[in-house]
Each structure stands twice: as structure tokens, then as C-alpha cells.
């Protein structure tokens, strides 16, 4: 019997190596040099059969706690929103997911249009002129658009400044990056929970390419955009903003504030935690940069008999045109993903994302209100989205390890990025989290205290 | 096939209708107004479409149906090694202990899942002959970026900054130059000879002691084995350089051969290629890197690692380049191949690349008295043909490509590589069985001899889809990236 995924048989193979003119199939490869052929099998563990291998991976699945069993408080980047039922069947659709990028457009219409309806909903969203088809994640495209301020400046100015108050593993993300160019990249210090906008104005100079801010914030707080707007504007550099999408439901999207761009990840809408990865970064921008956007971008056309339909454009960006000269090496993306996240702007439509972003408001600051009726100081208190920071009084990871005794899957514990946040907690509250869940949640705090 | 346009989802859409459910507040309401200021709070609500649930299923259904995927049929796109994606993988990537975990819950609770990641980890080291793997980066033009970024934190880290140049054969990828270039260094071409292969003598002048690296794919984009592979590394660690493995085709030569017994240093795999992890429409993949010894210390951090029994992630890494992707890589990609590396085990793999490589070469065998064939030698899991032959007719490579289409496969990869006239270049891979590739090669041969016969037939082509070619360079010069409500509607 061959193998379920190996179709070819004894009496295929007999005939296929006759027609090739090979004795054996190893005469095929005779071109490796024996030097460096491999005498021995592969070390890998042994073939399982599919029942076998369901079993297998049950049982790892089983020593993972999954936040659809515990109530979890944890966010900063990765949120538990409900999941329209209608994401999985549409992405499991193969038609969509056994597809590649759709270089021939005849036959990829589907996926085509599907992309640009991606790229539709984020402009309107982000309140930006365009956005491209996707990228890997929201850090990664920050450091996109690091890149592209700097060659958009035609790299004479060199300096990158991003705010304290960015998501610390997307400061660290974009630093890497900017090492490639050997760009300079400056931190801005924060106060109280915001950008220094005053520290800003001082260590702005000709020299900067790009000023990068998050909105709402790393700690869930709201940065003054339109204050940040004027001094990036100083020095003509450009203003990126990092913005869950989610909360651009609710507040004044970073275009309207006159953003250049706006990067984040579309995690939020449809796309399952999956221990972080793959989620979906979105790349929105004003028309002027069009030519400088790194990755896919589908644009609408006709065909012969003036039928619309959609094809990938603005091609002479892109690596496979440009090699060495492209605006990026991106090449594969997060379509699927893209996907995901369209179906569920969808389903929810314009009403629904406002009502969901409401929700997130209303739950947050409702857990909030009762951690200080409990005693608790909220750190860098003000207008929050869904997320705060609340100071635990003990070393969040204790607290963490206690919470998780009761059940709850408590906040993140800030103290793992600076030890002098060791007793800071960055607590999310979705529209997931139940009342009752929540109080649990602070009585189980309060009595740690 | 019925020609007709599909409406956006965007024009389905009517003033007050829903298609999802959330859940009912429960908390005591709080008016946004006096949360946050005017300016913060949203006026133009954002144009999303409003349509019911069976409206939204009817609407992307109708797009998957204007769509081609694996699943619809033979998908021979060079170099991206279009198998089958096994549907038990998707099952598994979906149960809770994998979806629903969150990248900030301790270790503690999630062993399985690091567990899972470790052995993935070291049957890639094994399959590529590297000591360590890590999974953090995307995609495979991520791990290039990322391998060359450990390369330049290796020589910099030996007072070696005049490095600055990274060989990349003419041959290559554009990801490679475009990765050369994003990791701060200046890429060199190298010549491909006469037999398809790096050109030994041009390797030995542009190499130097400004030599950072050499990217190399093996097999290489026109399907052939580099057989003085062995003289390359030579040349290169002579020099003081480093052999970078773009693991684009390793479809080929599992158990065959390994990056790291050819004398690589750092390697790439595309596990959305090779490891079935599907292609989603573009993405989302997977591009684990992994590295010789010596380059360990550069690795991106965290660093996954077993202590005693239990598995925790190591920030203490002073060497590391840094963190390249938040969290820890494309986890739910990784599930999918690890799921499959487990189905195929070592005679599995082993058997993997025999299969394609002989597929491959019957189907060039098949092909060769219609078309010519540039390269004559055993190809591996892909072979190049060329279309200059029907180019003399009139007919182009991208003319077959679209008349593929009619007889209902997806086309080979086209123009790629640039040094090939009118190229096409096929991958069968070894999901196909015979009798596919046989119907496969016959449309092949007919569409030849339409192209001599009726070229019409080819040059009006596609005749059967639901659209015909589309306008590109109107696309290009007045692009339009976005539906926008027509004035008179709003």
C-alpha cells in the first residue's frame, strides 16, 4: 500500500524511471557528490498513522492551558474577542487556503477581491487613504514603516524616535530592523503613562526620519496625537501610529489626526491567539507613499470586455521586480489571515465594531473602578481603552502563580520587561469577560493584597 | 463559464443590518462622552459593510468559487512546491490547547506547546544538518533576513566590518538580493554557466575578503543540483565567508542530502513549502533558521531551551542580533508541520523527495519533444522548459500560461528565472499521481500544437474563467486600491 499522501505506486514508478531512461531512482540524484550524501536515515522520530498522531498531539494540546478554560486577563497585543462562527467557515474554505499569492488573476479573482476588500476596510478604519494587502505581524510592520520614513527621506535623515509607551517587544522588533540600514533609533521617555511631548520637542532635530508613537498606548492609555502631530511636523518627519484596530471602533481614527502612517495587527477581528502567532499586521499610508509601501497591494482594473476585476499592482515595488532596489524583501504575507479578520469586520459591520469597541470601554473601566474601590492604585490613571495598569502591591508573577490556583489567568506582569514594574500588572478586559468574572477577579486580588 | 462580475461586499451592504452577535453588557454602562474628550471620540463611523450572516456566507463563498487552490486541481508553481495540505493538520492546529493560548501565560501552562516547538526544533536541525533551530521568523524571506543578520553579528563580533558584500547568483530569488540588501549589505551576482550552474570561475573573482556570504539555493531555481557544491564552500570559507542555504527547494533532497553536510552555515526552510503548512492565498508561513555552532550565539532571542524536564525561553542572550517578530514565530504554522513531519517520519521524507524528483523528471522527459528544454541533465523536484520555440510562432510563455488555465491548472511559474528565455518553470511535487501528470502533459502538448495550428486559440486565451486578462498597466498608472462610496450614494 503507498502512503495517503504519496499516490505514486510500484508499477508508476517502474514505468515513470522506464520513460526517464534511469535504472533506479537513485541514479536521479547521482548528481550530489558523494561526499555529501547522506548514508544513514534521517533522525526523526518514526512515521505515526493518523489516529496515532491525533493522539499525539491531544495529549501536547493537554498540557496547554487554554484561555477558552480559565478567564484571562491578559492582552498587550494578543486579545480573547469573541470569533464569528462564519471566520471558520470561510477560511476553511480550500479554495482560499490551498491557494498561493495570486499571480495568475483569471483564476484568483476570489482571493483578489477578497484583498481588496481587506485593504478597503483597514483604510476606512485607520481613516487613511491606503492600505496594503497585509503584512506578518503589527511589530514587524512598524518596522516597515520605520524603514520606509528613512527611504522615503532618501535616507538623509537617519535618526528614528519611538515613544517609551510603544509595546516594549515592538521596540525591540524595530530596533533589529533599523540595525539592517544602520539607522539610529532614539527612545522617547514617557510620563505618566503618556509620550513625553515636551522630552520630544528636545531631542527632535533635522536628523529625524520618523516619529513612532502607539494609540491607544502599551499601557491602554491615550497618546495626544494632535500634539505629536506638530512636533514630528517641526522637522517634516513623518508620524507613525501603532493602533489596535478594535479601538478605532470607538476613537478618532490617526488619519484624522494626520498620521502618515498607521501600522498595528488585525488580531482583534477573527484571528485566534495561537500562543501569538500567525496574527495579521496591517500597513495603512497616505497616497503620496504609495510607491514606497513594502508588500502586495491589489488594485482595481478591467479586462478585455471592460468587466471589473483585480489584480496585484504597483509590482516594480516589489522584490521579485526590484531585487536589491525593493522597498522590502517581504514576499509571502498573511492572507488567510486578512481573510479571517474581513469576515469578521464583516459580520459585526459598522454598528457592530462600534458596539463591540464600546463594550471593551465599558468592561475595562468597570474592572477598573472596582480595583480602586478596592483599594488598588491604577497606575498612569486616565481614559483607557481595554487596558490599564493597576499596581498589585506584591510581585505580579506571585500573584500570577496565586491567581492561577483560583482559575483566573491574571494580567500581564510588567516586571518582566523593567524590575522596577515588578508589582504592575497590565490588566485587559474584552467583551468576553463576564461581570461575575471580573469580580472574582478583583475579590481574588483584594484578598492578596 | 459565465462571465460576470462578483459585487463587493461593500455594495451587498443596507443601512442597520448585522451578521454577528456579541455578547450583552453586563457591567453598569459608562457614557464614552465622559471618558475620553470630543476629539479622541470617533464622528464618521468607519465604512464597514452591513450585511446578514447568510449574505456574508453567500458573498465569500462566491469569491472561493472564483478562486484555485491545490484542492481544485494541479498547481505545478515552480519553486513554491504546491503539495498537498493535509486536513487532519487543520484540525489539530484548531484544537483549544494550540488556538487558545495565550503568548504571556507562564511556561508553566503551556509545556505542551513548548514541548511541540522543541521537537520541531530538532527535527529540522536533523533534516538540515544545523545544531539549532529557531522558529521565530515568519516567512522565508524572514529567515533570510534573519540568517544574514546572524552572519553580519558573527563578522562584526570578529572586528570584521569590511564584509559588506553578499554573492547571490543571478539565478536567485528576488527575496535573496532584496534580504542582502534590508540586512545593511551590498549584493553581488554571481554568473550562471552553461550548465544551469554557479559559474565556478566568476565565484572565485567576485569573492574576497569583503565577502560576507554567498546565498545559495540547492537545488537551484532551474531545478538542477549544484554539483561543485562542494568547491563553493571551499571557496567561501576560504575567503572567510559564510554559506547562507535558502531553503526554498528542500522539497528535494530530504534524506538525500542535508544543507549542513554540503557545508552550509545557516539555513531557511519555507515550511509552507515543504511541510505543508498551506499556502493560505499568499500566507501566513513559517521560515525557521537554523545555524552551525559557531553562529549560535547570534540566534534572536528568546532562545527556546530544555532544563531537566521542562522547557522555558532564555532572554540571556548578549549576542543575539534581537528580537525579530513578537512573541515566538508562527506557532500555528509550526503545529501544522510538525503534524506532518510526524505523518512522513524518516522513510516518509526520504520517500517524499524521491517521489518528486521522479515526478519531475517524467513529466520534463514528457514535455521534451514539444518544448525545449535549456537543461538536459536529471533536473531535481523542478525542471525549466523554455517557449522560445513557440515563441517563434507568436505565442509567448505567459499565452501557454493562460491557455493552461482553459484546460483548468494552474500555470507554472512564468519569467522566472530571468535567465531563461520565455521560461516556465514546473513543479509537480509528490502529491500528483501519474495519471495527473500524465493529462497534465497532454494539454501540454496540445496547446503546442494549437500554438503551431490555431494560435488564436492560445492568444485569446483564457477562454473559460470568469474573467478574461485584465488591464495591468491601467491598474498600474491610475491605481485604485480601495472601494469608496460613490458621492451620489452618501
Redesign the interface.
Known sequence: MT?R????TED??R???E????SD?S???????K????DQ????????S?PA??E??????????????YP?F?G???Y?H?I?S?V???I????????????????????L?????F???I???TGM???N??M?????SLAEAA?MAATQKRMKKQTILISETV?P??R??V???V????LNLETVPSEKGVTDVQALKEMISSDVAGVIVQYPNFYGT?EDL?QLREAADEVGALLIVKSNPLA??????PGDFGADVVVGDTQPFGI?????????GYFATKKTF?RKVPG??????????G?????L????R?????????T??????????A?AS???????????????A??N???A??AKTSLKDAGFTIVHDG?HFNEFVVDVGRPA?EV??EL?SEGI?GG?DLG?FSPEQEQHMLVCVT??R???E?DQFVAALKAKK | MKREEQRLIFELSRPGRSGGSLPENDVPEINVNELFSSDYIRKDEPELPEVSELQLIRHYTALSNRNFGVDSGFYPLGSCTMKYNPKVNEGIARMAGFAHIHPYQPESQVQGALQMMYELQDSLAAITGMNTVTLQSAAGAQGEWTGLMIIRAFHEANGDHQRTKVIVPDSAHGTNPASASVAGFDPVTVKTDERGLVDLEHLREVTGPDTAALMLTNPNTLGLFEEDIVEMAEIIHDAGGKLYYDGANSNAIMGKTSPGDMGFDVVHLNLHKTFTGPHGGGGPGSGPVGVKEELVPYLPKPLLVKDGEDYTWNYDRPEAIGRIKPFYGNFGINVRAYAYIRTMGPTGLHQVSENAVLNANYLMKRLEPYYDIPYQQYCKHEFVLSAKRQKKLGVRALDIAKRLLDYGYHPPTIYFPLNVEECMMIEPTETESKETLDEFADAMIAIAKEAEEEPDQVLEAPHETVISRLDETQAARKPILRYEKAKEEQ
Open positions: 502512503h499522501y504519496l499516490p505514486m508508476d514508478r514505468e515513470m524511471l520513460t526517464v531512461g534511469a531512482v541514479e536521479l540524484f547521482s548528481d550530489i557528490p561526499s555529501v550524501r547522506l536515515g534521517l533522525d526523526v522520530r518514526k512515521a505515526l493518523e498522531l491525533i499525539y498531539f491531544q495529549t501536547l494540546a493537554a498540557r496547554n492551558d487554554s484561555i477558552k478554560k484571562s491578559l498587550a497585543g494578543v480573547d469573541h464569528p462564519t471558520d467557515a470561510v476553511s474554505r480550500s479554495e482560499f487556503y490551498t491557494a498561493y499569492t495570486p499571480y495568475q488573476p483569471e483564476v484568483s479573482q476570489g482571493e477581491q477578497a484583498v481588496y476588500e485593504q478597503s476596510m483604510a476606512t478604519l487613504e491606503i492600505a494587502s497585509s506578518y505581524d503589527g511589530h514587524t524603514l509595546h517587544e515592538a525591540d522588533v530596533q533589529t530592523f540595525n539592517g540600514p544602520r491615550i494632535t478605532l471602533g470607538v476613537l478618532t481614527p485566534q491567539g495561537q500562543y501569538g502567532g500567525p496574527h495579521c504609495m502586495r497591494l491589489v488594485g482595481e482594473t478591467v479586462d478585455e470586455e468587466q471589473r476585476g483585480y489584480v499592482t504597483l509590482q516594480a516589489e522584490q521579485h521586480i526590484r531585487r536589491d532596489k525593493a522590502s524583501n517581504i514576499c509571502s504575507n498573511q492572507a488567510l489571515n481573510l474581513s469576515v469578521a469586520m464583516s459580520a459585526f459591520g459598522k454598528k457592530g465594531v462600534k458596539e463591540m464600546v463594550q470601554v465599558q468592561k473601566h468597570y481614559p508573577v500570577n502563580k492561577f489567568i500581564l518582566r467583551e468576553l463576564k461581570k461575575e471580573i
